[in-house]
């Protein structure tokens, strides 16, 4: 790992890290997205063909019941009992965030407010590959579920047999997804935008994926809504000379699993990032090292990074500096893991530093809100003086006119 010092101007390459999205991906990913509008299922299954090595029929794009059902014959007896407390946690968290249509009224008879409504149509993107990413499924259908979303759509790449991993099967069934697809990709992305003859359109997508996912999600934003533009996992990790080495450096470790997962610690101890150094090799993570505690809360805003484990004494006092974090975790015996699992909140959190406007996934992403609004004759005729100056200020005096109306 790479030491670098308070003040550094290194430190501002990891500030500024974003998407590195090369040219030539773009226009790929263009160009799949405009087959799979042009050709649908057709386009679909030549992809599925050529970059996941699956030859299925346009009949087997959608998963049937009875693949469903025999998944469970490939997954451990204890997975289901194991998943049903995860579901418990996540149910908690998200039914606190749950919001209620509301209305204000006035003794001239205004009437305002707000209706939140789910959406209609979602569709979540599992990745697949070497790690198929089974929690991903709770951490995304749940909150989608608890909001009230009427159909959740879930696609996933097959692999070269055409199946998709029966642990992502068996938790999307148990979540009760209505729909389940094997294609994955750009071409996914851009069916679940547009739709085809097999596969509905949604109304957003949502759910982390390679480069190319990620690339076409940012290219169908506006067709459909999507959760966030999503890059490589992210941890920054401060601690100091009371911290457990061995959890900090076990952590650091965790991290890195993943495929250009960015790995920091941010200490004011140089005995630690001796330790550190010696016990974690990786040559794309950071050792930042500072004179206080107070130093690595500033730069841990500045960088705003996915995860922030805060791995001190009295965590609750430096969590009072942070600001910009996807999710926080405190003290020794939170690792991030617990997060990426079990704890309740989504696992799908802003990374590149997007943790300073975007939050992590909730039942919030799910819902909309319509504004209520209903004015009596005596509160019109009260605004009619401000309205009227307002807009001849802007020209439009038919705007004006339409209350005038009201009066004549």
Not at 50 to 69: M, P, T
Request: aromatic residues 8%.
């Amino acid at each position: 790992m790479k030491v670098i010092r308070f003040g550094s101007k290194r430190l501002e390459k990891i500030y500024n890290r974003s998407v590195d999205q090369k040219r030539y991906i773009a226009e790929k990913v263009k160009r799949i997205i405009e087959d799979v509008r042009m050709f649908g299922d057709e386009a679909l299954l030549k992809y599925n063909r050529k970059f996941d090595g699956a030859k299925i029929s346009v009949r087997q794009l959608k998963v049937s019941q009875i693949e469903i059902s025999a998944a469970y014959q490939n997954i451990s007896p204890n997975f289901v009992s194991s998943l049903k407390v995860v579901i418990e946690n996540v149910n908690r968290f998200y039914h606190k965030t749950l919001r209620k249509s509301w209305r204000i009224k006035d003794a001239d008879g205004v009437i305002l407010g707000e209706n939140y409504t789910p959406l209609e149509r979602v569709g979540v993107y599992i990745p697949a590959g070497s790690a198929p990413l089974v929690s991903t499924v709770y951490m995304t259908v749940l909150p989608a579920r608890l909001a009230g979303v009427k159909k959740i759509v879930l696609i996933s790449p097959p692999d070269k047999k055409g199946l998709i991993n029966p642990h992502i099967l068996a938790v999307a069934d148990l979540l009760k997804v209505d729909e389940i697809y094997r294609v994955g990709g750009a071409q996914g992305i851009a069916a679940l935008a547009y739709g085809t003859k097999t596969i509905p359109r949604v109304d957003k997508i949502v759910g982390p994926g390679n480069v190319y996912v990620t690339e076409a999600k940012r290219q169908v934003f506006g067709v459909v809504d999507i959760d966030m533009i999503a890059g490589p996992t992210e941890l920054v990790i401060i601690a100091n000379r009371f911290s457990d080495p061995r959890f900090v450096i076990a952590d650091l470790k965790a991290q890195v699993e993943h495929v250009k997962g960015l790995a920091i610690l941010i200490t004011n101890s140089k005995n630690l990032v001796r330790m550190v150094k010696a016990a974690v090799n990786n040559e794309s993570g950071y050792i930042i090292l500072t004179s206080n505690l107070e130093q690595a809360v500033d730069i841990a805003n500045r960088i705003a990074p996915e995860h922030l484990q805060i791995l001190v004494k009295n965590p609750q006092r430096l969590l009072k500096g942070v600001r910009n974090a996807g999710a926080v975790f405190l003290g020794p015996y939170t690792p991030t893991a617990v997060g990426d699992y079990i704890a309740g909140p989504s696992h799908v959190l802003p990374t590149y530093g997007t943790a300073r406007f975007f939050s992590g996934l909730s039942v919030l992403d799910f819902l909309k809100s319509t504004h209520i609004i209903s004015y009596s004759k005596k509160a019109l005729e009260k605004a009619r003086e401000p309205l009227e100056k307002i807009a001849g200020i802007e020209g439009l005096n038919w705007h004006a006119e339409s209350v005038k109306a009201r009066f004549l």
